[in-house]
């Protein structure tokens, strides 16, 4: 995840395929399975940004892209996991 928000892409075509896996290595590795999961995740990235201090910066940052990638791409987690490249296809 570090590595993916201090990249930088020539175009908005590999940023989504680059933060596409990203989100689907962290849905895999944190069981989301339902949308009550996915809603459950974002409430705790929520909290976490809220008790995270100004001096942790890159912490800050890293919860508050994670957080921004769930809500971008969580509609696509259930595809994902059912090995689905629907999500690709709409690009």
Same mark, same amino acid.
């Given at each position: 995840?570090?590595?993916?928000?201090?990249?930088?892409? &020539?175009?908005? =075509?590999?940023?989504?395929?680059?933060? &596409?896996?990203?989100? %689907?290595? +962290?849905?895999?590795?944190?069981?989301?399975?339902?949308?009550?999961? $996915?809603? +459950?995740?974002?409430?705790?990235? %929520?909290?976490?940004?809220?008790? +995270?201090?100004?001096?942790? #910066? %890159?912490?800050?940052?890293?919860?508050?892209?994670?957080?921004?990638? &769930? $809500?971008?791409? =969580? %509609?696509? $987690?259930?595809?994902? #996991?059912? =090995?689905?490249?629907?999500?690709?296809?709409? #690009?």
């Amino acid at each position: 995840m570090l590595s993916l928000l201090e990249k930088e892409f &020539l175009d908005s =075509g590999s940023m989504e395929n680059a933060e &596409l896996e990203a989100i %689907k290595i +962290v849905a895999l590795r944190l069981d989301m399975k339902s949308s009550s999961s $996915i809603q +459950v995740e974002k409430a705790s990235l %929520k909290r976490q940004l809220e008790k +995270v201090n100004k001096t942790n #910066q %890159k912490e800050k940052e890293l919860l508050a892209y994670l957080l921004y990638l &769930l $809500i971008k791409y =969580g %509609k696509f $987690i259930f595809q994902f #996991q059912n =090995g689905s490249n629907a999500c690709e296809s709409s #690009q």
